[in-house]
């Protein structure tokens, strides 16, 4: 969790938690996630056998299914607990972090 005057707070805050959070989710390699550049891969349509898939790298453009939902989570979780009144915002806890993003931008 962000520091108490890096967490959003209204809008009163909002360049100062905009730059923090860009900071962390490229530091993280998770900025794709935020801005749509990696999107949700498509479930496999079938029940694939075989070896399974190598992991991704966290930034990688092609991750698996589960690999988008853990590491989506992981940003969108940190944008939500970063904002005081998630809901004022109209910010909920089960959003992508890429709707979670283009609405707090949209405010």
Do not use: C
């Not at 959070?21 to 990696?38: E, F, H, M, N, Q």
């Not at 991704?56 to 005081?84: F, H, M």
């Amino acid at each position: 969790i962000f520091p108490e005057d890096r967490q959003l707070n209204g809008l009163s805050n909002w360049a100062l938690f905009r730059d923090h959070l860009k900071s962390v989710a490229r530091a993280t390699g998770l900025s794709g996630y935020i801005d749509g550049t990696i999107a949700a891969p498509t479930p496999p349509s079938t029940n694939l056998q075989g070896p399974l898939p190598a992991p991704t790298p966290v930034n990688s453009r092609s991750p698996s299914l589960e690999e988008w939902e853990l590491r989506d989570a992981r940003i969108a979780g940190i944008i939500y607990q970063n904002i005081k009144d998630p809901r004022s915002l109209g910010v909920t806890q089960d959003m992508t972090a890429q709707a979670m993003w283009t609405q707090l931008v949209a405010e």
